[in-house]
């Protein structure tokens, strides 16, 4: 099972921007789509964005389309979200997950069929 550290967060003004990193463990990476989540608190963890092994397919949820983007540098065993153009909305925890059947699609997944999480890291945007 991979393991995935997590990194990049902090505390942002509205309007600025942050890169996450998630580094895996596995050799296996390619095996994986990979995907980010978030929850704020009081809240249920909801999908970010996703990406297939290959890079080349992306999904992403609504609220974030032209703000945030999802990568992968498969030679490093790393993905990353860059978040342009943040709202206090978007303050949460951020968690990146493995998913091998979305490994082709790079579509959305649900937490439930996440087979690996990271550990997490705090986004703030103050107003």
């Known amino acids: 099972q991979v393991q995935l550290v997590e990194s990049g967060g902090g505390l942002v003004q509205a309007g600025g921007s942050l890169r996450l990193a998630c580094a895996a463990s596995a050799r296996a990476f390619i095996n994986y789509a990979m995907g980010w989540f978030r929850q704020a608190p009081g809240k249920e963890r909801e999908f970010v964005a996703a990406?297939?092994?290959?890079?080349?397919?992306?999904d992403c949820e609504e609220s974030v389309k032209g703000r945030f983007t999802i990568s992968r540098d498969n030679a490093k065993n790393t993905v990353y979200l860059q978040m342009d153009s943040l709202k206090p909305e978007d303050t949460a925890v951020y968690y990146c997950?493995?998913?091998?059947?979305?490994?082709?699609?790079?579509?959305?997944?649900?937490?439930?069929?996440?087979?690996?999480w990271g550990q997490g890291t705090q986004v703030t945007v103050s107003s």
């Open positions: 990406i297939s092994w290959s890079g080349r397919s992306t």
């Open positions: 997950a493995a998913n091998r059947d979305h490994v082709n699609t790079g579509l959305r997944f649900n937490p439930d069929d996440a087979d690996s």
